[in-house]
């Protein structure tokens, strides 16, 4: 009996170590707006990123950039009020003139905006499968206490 309820608590310790995993997740969303920016101070682009429903969208970024090029897709679900462990933000802006950034006359189009974040979070919602563990090692808890009271 002894052994039982000491298997008991050693597979609920490790029953709720598992519950709590660390979960990383990545999240993008990329856009592309192809609007005119610039060369004055009021030229501008206002847009938003969301990261929770971003939408579904994958593009080829490619010449005449060189670098942060390849295929990006949007990838959602971020949970609110789950902390970020960082970002990044990438604009890829096209020069009216030459394919520069502010040079020569004229605006520039900014053709992708994207928000690449990451989550290191702790789940505080311990899964389907470790929930019935821990209701099942509940049970065993309360058996081998009975028992024991009976004898």
Known sequence: MKDLLKHAILA???????????LANSYTDIQNPNATVGPSLGDYFAGAFNLVNPGSSSYIIGAPYTSGTGTFTDAEGHILNIPLSGATDSFYIYGAAN?????GP???????????????ASSGIPNGGTTLALLGIGLLGICAVSRKIRS
């Open 99 to 103: 394919g520069l950034y502010g040079v």
């Open 106 to 120: 004229g605006a520039n189009t900014l053709q992708y905006a994207m928000l690449q974040a990451d989550t290191t």
């Open 12 to 22: 609920g310790v490790a029953t709720l170590a598992l519950g709590s995993i660390t």
